[in-house]
């Protein structure tokens, strides 16, 4: 099966990865799959266009982003029982 071409302006690209616009946002506008993303993104610092600084960046962000929302998720969780013990004491 033959894959099939996608043409990206690499200036709009570039200029898009570096306004800070997230990963996923990226790949829906251009879209791109997961791999196509990440693929774009090698060719882009391999030819030069970006440095590997920025990608790193972009992966400390994106780190930061899921540990935040992984201590909010246990903050909600923790909430949500003290919630229900209370409601389990009020039933009794």
């Not at 946002?25 to 610092?45: E, G, I, N, P």
């Amino acid at each position: 099966m033959e894959s099939q071409k996608i043409k990206i302006n690499a200036r709009e690209f570039v200029a898009d990865l570096r306004s800070g616009i997230d990963d996923d946002a990226l790949a829906a506008k251009y879209s791109l799959t997961r791999d196509q993303f990440h693929k774009l993104l090698r060719m882009a610092v391999d030819s030069g266009l970006i440095e590997k600084e920025v990608l790193l960046s972009r992966i400390s962000h994106s780190k930061t982003a899921i540990t935040r929302a992984f201590v909010e998720m246990q903050e909600a969780v923790r909430e949500l029982s003290t919630v229900t013990a209370v409601i389990d004491e009020k039933s009794e």
